[in-house]
């Protein structure tokens, strides 16, 4: 067996077909209809990788992976969708989605993003902290095609709220931020985790790296 793999979507056809193939790859698959159910799974079993939709009745995709977060910061998901949501999906991205796929699916680049997922290390995860939103967007981007998890934070108290729930290896800083500066925020964080290498960021040329 390849992987455990949880499919949640409320288009049965789209079930069945999608677990066919990945049952065929050597995946072992459980699926739900819909964001509770998945929950409820997520809670009772480990699973590799969950792929979900993010437009479903009821609790959609992005809330469904929020709540998984909220329990168990390692969760791995790949969100998947047939429409362009774009406000749900920067949402998703910001919380530190896997991945966001496009249906029709290429099955290939699913089941490349699957593997590249598992085989990522459990907690190497990057928290990027600056007001900048079009710097986070860029690198979000380069740093998840070089097979890292993301979170972005747009303030100094989001990045310390983030730090409170979920373990990061490194910390991209700016040392500029609204209402604290980087040092500061720092300071906060470096107590709720003590292995953070962090490294500020600066337009005026100064760059700390601390991994201590």
Do not use: W
Not at 22 to 27: A, M
Not at 56 to 77: A, C, H, L, Q
Not at 119 to 144: E, P, Q, W, Y
């Amino acid at each position: 067996m390849k992987g455990s793999l949880l499919l949640v979507d409320d288009n049965l056809d789209f079930l069945d077909s999608t677990k066919d193939v990945l049952e065929d790859k050597g995946y072992q698959v459980e699926i739900a209809t819909n964001g509770k159910d998945a929950l409820i799974l997520e809670t009772n079993k480990s699973f590799d990788v969950i792929l979900m939709d993010i437009k479903m009745p009821g609790m959609n995709g992005v809330e469904s992976y929020i709540k998984m977060k909220e329990k168990n910061p390692d969760v791995r998901v790949i969100l998947i969708t047939a429409y362009s949501l774009e406000d749900l999906t920067k949402r998703a991205r910001e919380e530190g989605v896997c991945e966001i796929l496009y249906k029709p699916l290429n099955m290939v680049k699913l089941v490349d993003s699957i593997e590249r997922i598992k085989k990522s290390r459990i907690g190497g995860c990057i928290l990027v902290a600056d007001d900048d939103r079009a710097l986070n967007d860029s690198l979000f981007d380069v740093l998840t095609r070089r097979g890292y998890q993301v979170v972005v934070a747009n303030s100094g108290e989001e990045a310390v709220n983030k730090a409170r729930g979920e373990t990061f290896d490194i910390l991209l800083l700016d040392m500029k931020l609204p209402h604290s500066n980087g040092l500061e925020v720092y300071r906060r964080i470096k107590p709720l985790q003590t292995n953070l290498v962090t490294i500020i960021m600066t337009g005026y040329g100064v760059i700390f790296k601390s991994c201590v």
